[in-house]
T-cell receptor, first 113, second 114 residues
Framework: DAGITQSPRHKVTETGTPVTLRCHQT?????MYWYRQDPGHGLRLIHY???????DKGEVSDGYSVSRSKTEDFLLTLESATSSQTSVYFCAISDPGPYNEQFFGPGTRLTVL | KNQVEQSPQSLIILEGKNCTLQCNYTVSPFSNLRWYKQDTGRGPVSLTIMTFSENTKSNGRYTATLDADTKQSSLHITASQLSDSASYIC?????????????FGSGTRLQVQP
C-alpha cells in the first residue's frame, strides 16, 4: 500500500458523535486525498490537500472537515456523524507529474449506528 | 457531467479462461485513463495508465486498450487465475483542472472459479 497507513481500520460509532480518521504516509508526497467508497458508486472525492495547511473541497465534502499540519499526516473529521456517512474511506497520495498517479491506503470501514 | 460507465457489473469465469471488461467515459477534456485492481478489503492498485496517444498497454496478463475517438477502453485478462478475483475500476483523469480531477467507474467485480 505504497507507504500509506490509515487508522483506525474499523470503527463503529453512534449518530451525533465526532469521528476522526487518520492517514499517514512515509513517501513525502505533496498531494493527499480522502475518498469514500459506497456500493454502486465509484470512489468519490471528499477533500484533498496540495500542501501543509492547504486543502480544498471535493464533490462530497458536506459534513466533513480536514486538516494537514504535517506533510505526512492528513486527518478527516466528521463533526457529528450521521448514518449516511457509513462507508469505506480511502486515503490516497500523489506527487505532481504528468499522470497524477494516486496510490491508495488500505481503507477504514466506518459504521454509524 | 463527467461520467465513467463500466460493464458488466459482475462476471464469473472459470480459471484459465480469458475475459474482457469494458469502460465508456464522457470525461472532457481527457488527460489519461487508468485501470485499478481492488482486492476485497484493500485499496485500489494501479494496473495500467494510458494517455491519449496510446492504444494498447500491457502489464503481464492484463492488456488495456483505449479508443479515444469513441471514448472506450477495455481490459483483457488472459489465462485467468484465482488471484484475479477482485474488482476492476476504470478511472479517467480530466485534463483541465489544476488538480486533474479523477472520475471513477463503479467497477466490475470478477470472480474466478476453479
Amino acid at each position: 500500500d505504497a507507504g500509506i497507513t490509515q487508522s483506525p481500520r474499523h470503527k463503529v460509532t453512534e449518530t451525533g458523535t465526532p469521528v476522526t480518521l487518520r492517514c499517514h504516509q512515509t513517501e513525502n508526497h505533496r498531494y493527499m486525498y480522502w475518498y469514500r467508497q459506497d456500493p454502486g458508486h465509484g470512489l468519490r472525492l471528499i477533500h484533498y490537500s496540495y500542501g501543509v495547511k492547504d486543502t480544498d473541497k471535493g464533490e462530497v465534502s458536506d459534513g466533513y472537515s480536514v486538516s494537514r499540519s504535517k506533510t505526512e499526516d492528513f486527518l478527516l473529521t466528521l463533526e457529528s456523524a450521521t448514518s449516511s456517512q457509513t462507508s469505506v474511506y480511502f486515503c490516497a497520495i500523489s506527487d505532481p507529474g504528468p499522470y497524477n498517479e494516486q496510490f491508495f491506503g488500505p481503507g477504514t470501514r466506518l459504521t454509524v449506528l | 457531467k463527467n461520467q465513467v460507465e463500466q460493464s458488466p457489473q459482475s462476471l464469473i469465469i472459470l480459471e484459465g479462461k480469458n475475459c474482457t471488461l469494458q469502460c465508456n467515459y464522457t470525461v472532457s477534456p481527457f488527460s489519461n485513463l487508468r485501470w485499478y485492481k481492488q482486492d476485497t478489503g484493500r485499496g485500489p492498485v494501479s494496473l495500467t495508465i494510458m494517455t491519449f496517444s496510446e492504444n494498447t498497454k500491457s502489464n503481464g496478463r492484463y492488456t488495456a486498450t483505449l479508443d479515444a475517438d469513441t471514448k472506450q477502453s477495455s481490459l483483457h485478462i488472459t489465462a485467468s487465475q484465482l488471484s484475479d478475483s477482485a474488482s476492476y475500476i476504470c478511472v479517467v483523469s480530466e485534463g483541465s483542472t489544476g488538480r486533474r480531477a479523477l472520475t471513477f467507474g463503479s467497477g466490475t467485480r470478477l470472480q474466478v472459479q476453479p
